[in-house]
């Protein structure tokens, strides 16, 4: 008589091991998209789901991706920028995303098991956690959620928000927590101006990593780094002039004005200009053309887009305008420019 009994061997372990932390992944990332989608897209998500399975707990990465992407469309709440499946053995992002017209957190608080990132982009409202503690917020604020905390916030009544949203998590961050990083960040505080945090923050946030390492690990110092950066904001001098210098440059984009940077860092323009062209040696409105213009070089080399596009996207009332302040800068014309620097 033939031996049917199968032998059990390391391979096998290990290859059990396997499959039992990928139907864990699998139900973990299902609970954190439902989490999600609780809280942004809680009405549409109803309705989206009517048609799945209700018995089915474990819903693949890609069903789950494309149910996202078309409540987000449905209900014009905001962009997701990433929804990992999988992050690096330390750690990594989970979600990220901009909301608009947001209602906050729904019901009366939350528990989450990761930290999140929340930075108020235009509107008004309020923060609370169990420890008692009260924020007013307003555009410009951020929260920063401990795992564990209980917590609540969301626009005034009858009001919407703007939101950008990053949610983290895993042993890098928990050994940052233990080591006393976070020691000193209160649960809010402020990152101005708007225009550079809200930039330099969706810049971290990256895109989805698809599960390949090199991504992974990329996505986790991005993030470290964004908080490095925060911390280094929060506790160094608001009077120090090299970091004054470095965020209004920051702030000066093709986009802004001047009298807009002037603003976010309340200051007059006269003042502002004064300050400027003291730390820096030029000028706001010189550096800013000097942005402009490294732009127009960047666009000119790696695209073919028209140059009177360019002189749209870069603002400028029309082609003769871009081309005469461009030859002005570079030294030759926009077309001289792109033939000399374009491969055959």
Known sequence: MTDKT???????????????????????????VR???ELYGKESVITARKNKSAQSEVISEKDEIRL????????????????????????GIRVACSVHNGGGVYGESRILSSFTLAYILDGGGRYKDEHGYTQALSSGDCILIRPG?????????????????IDFGGSAFDLMLESGFFKDFPPVFRLDPVVYWSEKI?????????????????????????????????????????????????????????????SLLDMDYAS????????VGVPPG???????????????????????????????????????????????????????????
């Open 6 to 32: 199968q032998k059990f061997t390391p391979n096998d372990s290990a290859r059990a091991d396997g499959v039992r932390k990928s139907r864990y992944n699998k139900n973990l990332f299902a609970s954190y």
């Open 35 to 37: 989490e999600w989608l």
């Open 68 to 91: 996202l992407e078309a409540v987000a469309e449905q209900t014009k709440f905001g962009s997701l920028f990433v929804l990992n499946y999988n992050t690096s053995s330390m750690g």
């Open 149 to 165: 905390l209980k917590h609540w916030y969301g626009p005034d009544q009858g009001t919407r928000w703007s939101e950008l949203f």
């Open 202 to 262: 969706r810049t971290a946030a990256g895109e989805r990593n698809r599960g390949e390492s090199n991504k992974m690990f990329r996505e986790l110092l991005r993030v470290q780094n964004l908080l490095v950066d925060i911390r280094s904001f929060l506790f160094s001098s608001i009077d120090n002039d090299d970091i004054w210098a470095e965020h209004a440059k920051n702030a000066l984009t093709p986009d802004t004005t001047v009298q807009e940077v002037a």
């Open 272 to 279: 502002f200009r004064k300050k400027f062209r003291k730390l």
């Open 286 to 344: 010189k550096y800013i053309t000097a942005v402009k213009m490294d732009e127009a070089c960047n666009l000119l080399t790696e695209s073919t887009i028209k140059i009177q596009d360019i002189a749209e996207i870069l603002d400028y009332c029309d082609q003769y305008q871009f081309s005469r302040q461009f030859k002005k800068v570079v030294g030759c014309s926009p077309t001289q420019y792109r033939e000399a620097h374009t491969q055959p």
